[in-house]
């Protein structure tokens, strides 16, 4: 296992690389003076000037990047001209919304998608596999920011029944203390009840919409793969054993099924992210989705920057957990590495 | 060809769904060209006295906050999201079938830079990665196309690659090169046509994910300025209006756009039937 | 042969639907193995040796379909039980092993957890037993240092090994019949006859009955006191093994002889028949659907056919035995 962890690893260093130069090239690529940019619109010459010599713009493209890397190392993504505050402060406080969000919509995903998926390979050509098929192709077709605020009418203004989609936590409830930052998880150490379905009310819609648009992949993965293992040999054995049909198809078809799953959750992840800074902007949700679209929508570039690089290695990491859980599932893996 | 053609015919016989996601394309193709010509009104013509007018005779689609008739703006914006769409594809595909079937072909380095490039993009959730590229380049339409091109890159190199490499000591290719052709006529002449089936069906399968992205990317502020119509910046004026009930300013452009991707999803999964029939499910 | 059957297979019809068609691909198969006997299921590719078996056992693909016919193994019709009793006796009235041991077994679970699986499910041992019975199972297939390769993954073994856990799940639970179909194909000689003898031993150990599917008459008349002979669907003739081999009575067995030179194998051999396997597809099958590739075929060939007795034991499907 240790060994799977240093080779993936390893695998994962030219990635993290690559989007260092990525993100680096993306402020040069500036149209302008990126000083300029950087320092506002309403700046003066000599703070942009100023702004120059701070951003080591006068001096060569490589020690440009020497300076960017060194920056990074030391967790500098700089100045928000927005909020006035690091750019890396600002992302911190903002990103257990935006993971406590993404989770959510994952976990929703997988709980609709895999069940479907299976049922419609077990019973092919049912009306579950016919609604599977459905659910695929429409959900990936879903605009994401589309369906939020389809939901945000039915629920909240038709119905009434969800809370206004603003934010995080009703305003007349207060946050749970900060300890992991997710709020359902706060809300529960310090048994704060009203909290937590404050909070779980709050986050029902905008994960709703993520989970719906993710979950096409998941589930048609799901059924592609559980088709093919339900046809394998080794499936006959199982059967031929007289094992029960619940063991059958959930110890031996769907471990095996699973393995495509784990590979698929990648695609999900890039999906959950993108679809992320979309519907933090429809539920006005504190993440730094909506951090970094407030930001571009007044020109202030570092944390747009900062944004991208986060996202960038979040999704870099999540990758390299899928890896870790492939390795989990698969001994082949394991004892290959 | 006509082995294909019957092919086809026999796909879209037995499937009225790729039939109708063919009838789907054909109306969003007219809407497209003809839009600005059979709007029953002009798309920027502002009116107050007629604001926020839920959908009746005269409107279909009701007006929304400056009085504008929201059918026609559904209408003529279809030219635009189109457009961004099929250039952004047009950009992906010429830029990753040239260096994916490079890369297959020669193998090596060229191998090495291009798969190279295209995991450094797919390091990055994509649509995180296209803002970043229109906020560093500007923000405007031209670079909407490039940042969605950018984003499905390496889609296209991934399947380019692979077929250019079976390919690459194929048969034909042999004869060819035996033939005198040099190699990058081998290449453009030989390779390039025959996995063209092929990237047909991922040019639609990816169209898709283009209006998506591209519409996205317009829903939180970026590329098209705001008194155009174009789906993404309607849904997000109506997103506006959405808490206080007028709900067809977002609906109807929303449900448009959510209309022309599931053509292009169903068309692209249709067109795969009919392409490689093997991957059938 | 004694006066119960372990399995008695009578006028078993099976057609499978395919985008092409309806296949005919079992047309009144009769079957018959004794207790403790040793049958061969010999014939051609395609000619529906495992589909035979399959139906048999109740796990034909989805697509297939048993249109007639019963299957009596202790006192039950195998045909008509629910899927619910017909469960409760595979694996442990009667088992089956599969060629390609490789695939067989499900390859992220450990040997011995898939052994143990048997044993719980049929009440062969307790969940804290099962994998010291497990343990004992893999001994009793003489695989060695068992405690160690009980932990092991299918694809850390050899195709040899392999089939010897899949004979461990099959007779787990100690069956009374055995269906094993192709066990051998896919493995070197050496392995082959290992893995035979240990089938063949653990047989006569607990009288089990087994029916031996395989291409190879060699290999049948080796280890098996007699041989149905199968072709496109049909059963063509039955006999004890040195009966057959002394005499075949219909032509098909006779070409099959005689393509089987000696001890060696025979797959080179068996594509020295003329003709193919008819297109089972099709409406107008004649009765015997050898009688387009046979060199003695008469008129009278496309009318009704049974299998009729020729000889004491000896049944034979052809208007005009050899
Ligand atoms: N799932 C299926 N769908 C359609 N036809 C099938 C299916 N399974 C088997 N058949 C057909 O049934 C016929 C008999 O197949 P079967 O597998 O029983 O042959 P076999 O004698 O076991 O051959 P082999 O020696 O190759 O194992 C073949 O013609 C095959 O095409
Ligand atoms: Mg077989």
Same mark, same amino acid.
């Given at each position: 296992?240790?060994?799977? &962890?240093?080779?993936?690893?390893?695998?994962?260093?030219?990635?993290?690389?690559?989007?260092?130069?990525?993100?680096?090239?993306?402020?040069?690529?500036?149209?302008?003076?990126?000083?300029?940019?950087?320092?506002?619109?309403?700046?003066?010459?000599?703070?942009?000037a100023?702004?120059?010599?701070?951003?080591?713009?006068?001096?060569?493209?490589?020690? $440009?990047?020497?300076?960017?890397v060194?920056?990074?190392?030391?967790g500098?993504?700089?100045?928000?001209?927005?909020?006035? $505050?690091p750019?890396?402060?600002?992302?911190?406080?903002?990103?257990?919304?935006?993971?406590?969000?993404?989770?959510?919509a994952?976990?929703?995903?997988?709980?609709?998608?895999?069940?479907?998926?299976?049922?419609a390979?077990?019973?092919?050509?049912?009306?579950?596999?016919?609604?599977?098929?459905?659910?695929?192709?429409?959900?990936?077709?879903?605009?994401?920011?589309f369906?939020?605020?389809?939901?945000?009418?039915?629920?909240?203004?038709? &119905?009434?029944?969800?809370?206004?989609?603003?934010?995080?936590l009703?305003?007349?409830?207060?946050?749970?203390?900060?300890?992991t930052?997710?709020?359902?998880?706060?809300?529960?150490l310090?048994?704060?009840?009203?909290?937590?379905?404050?909070?779980?009310? $709050?986050?029902?819609l905008?994960?709703?919409?993520?989970?719906i648009?993710s979950?096409?992949?998941?589930?048609?993965?799901?059924?592609?793969?559980?088709?093919?293992?339900?046809?394998?040999?080794?499936i006959?054995?199982?059967?031929?054993?007289?094992?029960?049909?619940?063991?059958?198809?959930?110890?031996?078809?769907?471990?095996?099924?699973?393995?495509?799953?784990i590979t698929? &959750?990648?695609?999900?992840?890039?999906?959950l992210?993108?679809a992320?800074?979309?519907?933090?902007?429809?539920f006005?949700?504190?993440?730094?989705?909506?951090?970094?679209?407030?930001?571009?929508?007044?020109?202030d570039?570092?944390?747009? $920057?900062?944004?991208?690089?986060?996202m960038?290695?979040?999704?870099?990491?999540?990758?390299?957990?899928?890896?870790l &859980?492939?390795?989990?599932v698969?001994p082949?893996?394991?004892?290959?590495? | 060809m006509?082995?294909?053609?019957?092919?086809?015919?026999?796909?879209?016989?037995?499937?009225?769904?790729?039939?109708?996601?063919?009838g789907?394309?054909?109306?969003?193709?007219?809407?497209?060209i003809?839009?600005?010509?059979?709007?029953?009104?002009?798309?920027?013509?502002?009116?107050?006295?007629?604001?926020?007018?839920?959908?009746?005779?005269?409107?279909?689609f009701?007006?929304?906050?400056?009085?504008?008739?929201?059918?026609s703006?559904?209408?003529?914006?279809?030219?635009?999201?189109?457009?961004?769409?099929?250039a952004?594809?047009?950009?992906?595909?010429?830029?990753g079938?040239l260096?994916?079937?490079?890369?297959?072909?020669?193998?090596?380095?060229?191998?090495?830079i291009?798969?190279?490039i295209a995991?450094?993009i797919?390091?990055?959730?994509?649509?995180?990665?296209?803002?970043?590229?229109?906020?560093?380049?500007?923000?405007?339409?031209?670079?909407?196309?490039?940042?969605?091109?950018?984003?499905?890159?390496?889609?296209?190199?991934?399947?380019?690659?692979?077929?250019?490499?079976?390919?690459?000591?194929?048969?034909?290719?042999?004869?060819?090169?035996?033939?005198?052709n040099?190699?990058?006529?081998?290449?453009?002449?030989?390779?390039?046509?025959?996995?063209m089936?092929?990237?047909?069906?991922?040019?639609?399968?990816?169209?898709?994910?283009?209006?998506?992205?591209?519409?996205?990317?317009?829903?939180?502020?970026?590329?098209?300025?705001?008194?155009?119509?174009?789906?993404?910046?309607?849904?997000?004026?109506?997103?506006?209006?959405?808490?206080?009930?007028?709900?067809?300013?977002?609906?109807f452009?929303?449900?448009?756009?959510?209309?022309a991707?599931?053509?292009?999803?169903?068309?692209g999964?249709?067109?795969?039937?009919?392409?490689?029939?093997?991957?059938?499910? | 042969?004694?006066?119960?059957?372990?399995?008695?297979v009578?006028?078993?019809s099976?057609?499978?639907?395919?985008?092409?068609?309806?296949?005919?691909?079992?047309?009144?198969?009769d079957?018959e193995?004794?207790?403790?006997?040793?049958?061969?299921?010999?014939?051609?590719?395609?000619?529906?040796?495992?589909?035979?078996?399959?139906?048999?056992?109740?796990?034909l693909d989805?697509?297939g379909r048993?249109?007639?016919?019963?299957a009596?193994?202790?006192?039950?019709?195998?045909?008509?039980?629910?899927e619910?009793?017909?469960?409760?006796?595979?694996g442990?009235?009667?088992?089956?092993?599969?060629?390609?041991? @490789?695939?067989?077994?499900?390859?992220?679970?450990?040997?011995g957890?898939?052994?143990?699986?048997?044993?719980?499910?049929?009440?062969?041992?307790?969940?804290?037993?099962?994998p010291?019975?497990?343990?004992?199972?893999?001994?009793?297939?003489?695989?060695?240092?068992?405690?160690? @390769?009980?932990?092991?993954?299918?694809?850390?073994?050899?195709?040899?090994?392999?089939?010897?856990?899949?004979?461990?799940?099959?007779?787990?639970?100690?069956?009374?019949?055995?269906i094993?179909?192709?066990?051998?194909? /896919?493995?070197?000689v050496?392995?082959?006859?290992?893995?035979?003898?240990?089938?063949?031993e653990?047989?006569?150990e607990?009288?089990?009955?087994?029916?031996?599917?395989?291409h190879?008459?060699?290999?049948a008349?080796?280890?098996c006191d007699?041989?149905?002979?199968?072709?496109?669907?049909?059963?063509?003739?039955?006999?004890?093994?040195?009966?057959?081999?002394? /005499?075949?009575?219909?032509?098909?067995?006779?070409?099959?002889?005689?393509?089987?030179?000696?001890?060696?194998?025979?797959?080179q051999?068996?594509?020295?028949?003329?003709?193919?396997?008819?297109?089972?597809?099709?409406?107008?099958?004649?009765?015997c659907r050898?009688?387009e590739?046979?060199?003695?075929?008469?008129?009278?060939?496309?009318?009704?056919?049974a299998?009729?007795?020729?000889?004491?034991?000896h049944?034979?499907?052809?208007?005009?035995?050899?």
């Amino acid at each position: 296992m240790l060994n799977l &962890l240093l080779s993936r690893l390893a695998t994962a260093i030219p990635s993290v690389l690559g989007v260092i130069v990525v993100t680096f090239l993306l402020t040069r690529l500036l149209p302008g003076d990126p000083a300029a940019y950087f320092a506002g619109l309403a700046a003066t010459p000599q703070a942009v000037a100023e702004i120059r010599a701070k951003l080591g713009l006068d001096k060569s493209l490589p020690e $440009q990047f020497l300076v960017y890397v060194q920056d990074l190392l030391s967790g500098n993504l700089g100045t928000s001209l927005t909020t006035g $505050q690091p750019v890396t402060a600002d992302i911190l406080t903002r990103l257990p919304a935006s993971a406590e969000l993404t989770l959510l919509a994952l976990f929703l995903a997988a709980a609709i998608a895999i069940p479907l998926g299976v049922l419609a390979a077990v019973k092919q050509g049912s009306w579950i596999d016919h609604l599977c098929r459905i659910v695929t192709t429409a959900g990936v077709s879903l605009p994401v920011f589309f369906t939020g605020l389809l939901f945000a009418y039915v629920f909240y203004y038709l &119905l009434q029944i969800a809370p206004a989609p603003t934010g995080r936590l009703d305003a007349f409830l207060t946050p749970p203390p900060h300890r992991t930052g997710f709020y359902l998880i706060d809300s529960l150490l310090v048994r704060n009840t009203e909290a937590f379905w404050g909070a779980l009310a $709050q986050l029902a819609l905008p994960a709703a919409s993520m989970a719906i648009f993710s979950l096409a992949p998941l589930a048609r993965m799901t059924r592609g793969s559980m088709l093919s293992v339900l046809g394998g040999d080794f499936i006959r054995t199982a059967r031929a054993s007289g094992l029960a049909p619940r063991t059958v198809i959930f110890t031996y078809a769907f471990r095996n099924a699973v393995l495509p799953v784990i590979t698929v &959750l990648g695609m999900v992840f890039s999906f959950l992210l993108g679809a992320n800074v979309l519907v933090e902007t429809v539920f006005a949700w504190p993440g730094i989705g909506l951090y970094a679209v407030n930001a571009l929508l007044t020109s202030d570039y570092a944390p747009v $920057q900062g944004f991208v690089l986060t996202m960038a290695v979040l999704y870099i990491t999540l990758n390299l957990a899928i890896d870790l &859980l492939y390795g989990l599932v698969d001994p082949r893996v394991r004892l290959d590495a | 060809m006509s082995a294909l053609l019957r092919h086809a015919r026999y796909v879209l016989s037995g499937n009225p769904v790729t039939a109708l996601a063919f009838g789907l394309f054909g109306l969003l193709l007219f809407a497209a060209i003809f839009g600005s010509a059979i709007a029953p009104y002009d798309p920027l013509a502002t009116e107050a006295a007629r604001a926020l007018k839920p959908p009746s005779a005269a409107h279909w689609f009701g007006t929304d906050q400056l009085g504008r008739d929201i059918f026609s703006r559904v209408l003529v914006a279809t030219r635009l999201d189109l457009t961004i769409a099929f250039a952004s594809v047009i950009l992906a595909f010429l830029l990753g079938a040239l260096s994916g079937v490079a890369a297959g072909y020669f193998g090596g380095w060229t191998e090495r830079i291009v798969g190279r490039i295209a995991d450094t993009i797919m390091a990055f959730p994509l649509f995180v990665l296209a803002m970043g590229i229109v906020a560093a380049l500007g923000n405007n339409v031209t670079n909407i196309v490039i940042a969605t091109a950018i984003i499905n890159y390496p889609l296209y190199v991934r399947v380019a690659r692979a077929e250019a490499n079976i390919r690459r000591d194929a048969g034909f290719v042999e004869a060819a090169r035996l033939s005198g052709n040099g190699e990058a006529r081998v290449l453009l002449g030989h390779i390039l046509p025959n996995i063209m089936p092929i990237m047909m069906v991922q040019m639609s399968l990816t169209m898709g994910y283009a209006i998506l992205n591209a519409a996205g990317l317009s829903f939180i502020g970026l590329g098209v300025k705001p008194p155009h119509p174009e789906w993404g910046i309607m849904v997000a004026e109506g997103a506006n209006f959405i808490q206080s009930g007028e709900w067809w300013i977002a609906l109807f452009p929303g449900a448009t756009l959510m209309l022309a991707v599931f053509c292009f999803n169903l068309l692209g999964d249709g067109l795969r039937d009919i392409v490689d029939p093997r991957q059938r499910t | 042969m004694t006066a119960a059957p372990a399995l008695k297979v009578e006028n078993l019809s099976v057609e499978f639907r395919t985008r092409a068609g309806v296949v005919r691909v079992l047309e009144a198969v009769d079957l018959e193995v004794g207790k403790g006997e040793t049958v061969a299921l010999v014939g051609e590719s395609g000619s529906g040796k495992s589909v035979t078996a399959f139906a048999t056992m109740g796990i034909l693909d989805p697509a297939g379909r048993v249109t007639s016919g019963s299957a009596m193994f202790g006192g039950a019709d195998l045909l008509a039980l629910p899927e619910r009793e017909l469960a409760e006796l595979r694996g442990r009235e009667l088992s089956m092993i599969f060629q390609n041991p @490789r695939t067989a077994l499900n390859p992220i679970r450990r040997v011995g957890q898939q052994i143990a699986d048997v044993l719980v499910r049929h009440g062969g041992a307790t969940r804290a037993q099962a994998p010291q019975a497990a343990i004992e199972m893999l001994r009793r297939v003489r695989i060695p240092d068992p405690e160690r @390769r009980a932990r092991a993954y299918p694809f850390e073994l050899s195709g040899g090994m392999c089939q010897r856990v899949m004979i461990a799940i099959a007779l787990a639970c100690r069956p009374s019949l055995l269906i094993a179909d192709e066990p051998t194909t /896919g493995l070197d000689v050496t392995t082959q006859a290992v893995i035979m003898d240990l089938i063949g031993e653990l047989a006569r150990e607990s009288g089990m009955a087994t029916v031996f599917i395989t291409h190879d008459l060699a290999l049948a008349a080796e280890y098996c006191d007699r041989i149905v002979v199968m072709h496109a669907g049909h059963i063509v003739e039955s006999a004890p093994s040195a009966q057959l081999f002394a /005499g075949a009575r219909h032509p098909y067995t006779a070409r099959l002889l005689a393509a089987t030179p000696g001890e060696t194998d025979s797959l080179q051999g068996l594509q020295s028949i003329p003709g193919n396997l008819p297109d089972l597809r099709r409406t107008d099958l004649p009765a015997c659907r050898y009688s387009e590739r046979c060199e003695r075929r008469k008129p009278e060939c496309v009318s009704p056919l049974a299998l009729a007795k020729v000889g004491e034991r000896h049944l034979v499907a052809c208007r005009f035995p050899l």
